[in-house]
C-alpha cells in the first residue's frame, strides 16, 4: 500500500515562503515511469496542479507559477518537497502530494490545510 503524507505548517505569513514535504511509503520515488505531484485546491480555483517531479529528478512547473515553486526530492529519505515563494492569500488552499503512474493520479496524501495570514 503506497502512502503519502503532507507535512509542513499550516500557517504562513505573506510574502514568506511555504516549504511542505511529502515522505512517500510502500513505493520509491525513483520508481521508473512513476511521478510525484503537488495539487492544491481552493474554493476560488479548484483543483490547482503546481508541478512534479519525475522518477528520474526532471521537475516540471505549472507555467503560471513556475517562477514562485521549486520541487526538489530527497532519495535518501524517500520524499519530495514544495517550495512556493512569496506566497499571498491567492496561495491558501488545502494541498496534496500525489502519486502519478501512466499520466493518472492514483494515491493521495490526505492534504494538508495552509492559510496566509500576518
Known amino acids: 500500500q503506497v502512502q503519502l503524507q503532507e507535512s509542513g505548517p499550516g500557517l504562513v505569513k505573506p510574502s514568506q515562503t511555504l516549504s511542505l514535504t511529502c515522505p512517500v511509503s510502500?513505493?520509491?520515488?525513483?520508481?521508473?515511469?512513476?511521478?510525484w505531484s503537488w495539487i492544491r485546491q481552493s474554493p476560488e480555483k479548484g483543483l490547482e496542479w503546481l508541478g512534479d517531479?519525475?522518477?528520474?529528478?526532471?521537475?516540471y512547473y505549472n507555467p503560471s507559477l513556475k517562477s514562485s515553486t521549486s520541487i526538489s526530492r530527497d532519495t535518501s529519505k524517500n520524499q519530495f518537497s514544495l517550495q512556493l515563494n512569496s506566497v499571498t492569500s491567492e496561495d491558501a488552499a488545502v494541498y496534496y502530494c500525489?502519486?502519478?503512474?501512466?499520466?493518472?493520479?492514483?494515491?493521495w496524501g490526505q492534504g494538508t490545510q495552509v492559510t496566509v495570514s500576518s
Open positions: 517531479i519525475a522518477y528520474d529528478g526532471n521537475a
Open positions: 500525489v502519486r502519478t503512474q501512466v499520466s493518472e493520479i492514483d494515491y
Open positions: 510502500g513505493d520509491s520515488i525513483t520508481t521508473i515511469d512513476e511521478a
